[in-house]
């Protein structure tokens, strides 16, 4: 346990780090998971609807400091490119 008035306050704000990074995970993975559920099913509008969404959040996550910005590319990109290939 920390002894020292600044390993307590590290030893908090850890913990209030470690909830936030965990709710953006979270949120990332159903985000994902989304656009991938409504591909799979066929629905067009739906994906196209989840993948607005999606890129929207992501970049909000790079904004935020949870992502970085290649990451969010990236993620949208494969995303998109799933999303396209209901149209082919």
Do not use: C, D, P, W
Request: hydrophobic share 35%; aromatic share 6%.
């Amino acid at each position: 346990m920390a002894n020292h008035k600044s390993a307590k306050k590290r030893a908090k704000q850890t913990i209030v780090r470690t909830e936030r990074n965990r709710y953006y995970r979270t949120r990332l993975k159903n985000i994902v998971k989304a656009v991938k559920e409504a591909v799979e099913a066929g629905n067009k509008e739906g994906a196209l609807e989840a993948f607005k969404i999606a890129n929207k959040q992501l970049h909000h996550f790079v904004s935020k400091g949870f992502l970085k910005k290649q990451t969010a590319s990236r993620k949208v990109s494969r995303l998109h490119k799933l999303v396209n290939s209901l149209e082919a």
